[in-house]
């Protein structure tokens, strides 16, 4: 079993800048394949970024070139610094994890992850 804590929502001005925390325990970190989603209210979860074990990353392109996905092993802990914050960026943003066997796999799809966190909201004022 792996838990999965989000950290660092919160409530930014148009151009600013929030970076989230994934926090994971109960498993060896360094295999899963890390990824970022967020659902908006009254919308299906959509894919943000994903980071493979061998930190390759992938971005959605709404996000490209203002978010970044990184993962500290060392810490358990992946991140996603996002910038250039925009209000429609607004949304409850989750972690997920999956342990893969390729260090160079990653998923878009929310139905390949097995763990989730509790989400954390991000709100972006106009």
């Known amino acids: 079993q792996v838990q999965l804590v989000e950290s660092g929502g919160g409530l930014v001005q148009a151009g600013g800048s929030l970076r989230l925390s994934c926090a994971a325990s109960?498993?060896?970190?360094?295999?899963?394949?890390m990824g970022w989603f967020r659902q908006a209210p009254g919308k299906e979860r959509e894919f943000v970024a994903a980071?493979?074990?061998?930190?390759?990353?992938y971005y959605a392109d709404s996000v490209k070139g203002r978010f970044t996905i990184t993962r500290d092993d060392a810490k358990s802990t992946a991140y996603l610094q996002m910038d250039s914050l925009k209000p429609e960026d607004t949304a409850v943003y989750y972690c997920?994890?999956?342990?893969?066997?390729?260090?160079?796999?990653?998923?878009?799809?929310?139905?390949?992850?097995?763990?989730w966190g509790q989400g954390t909201q991000v709100t972006v004022s106009s």
């Open positions: 997920a994890s999956r342990k893969t066997y390729s260090s160079s796999t990653y998923y878009t799809d929310p139905a390949m992850y097995d763990y």
């Open positions: 980071i493979s074990w061998s930190g390759g990353t």
């Open positions: 109960g498993r060896i970190f360094s295999i899963y394949t």
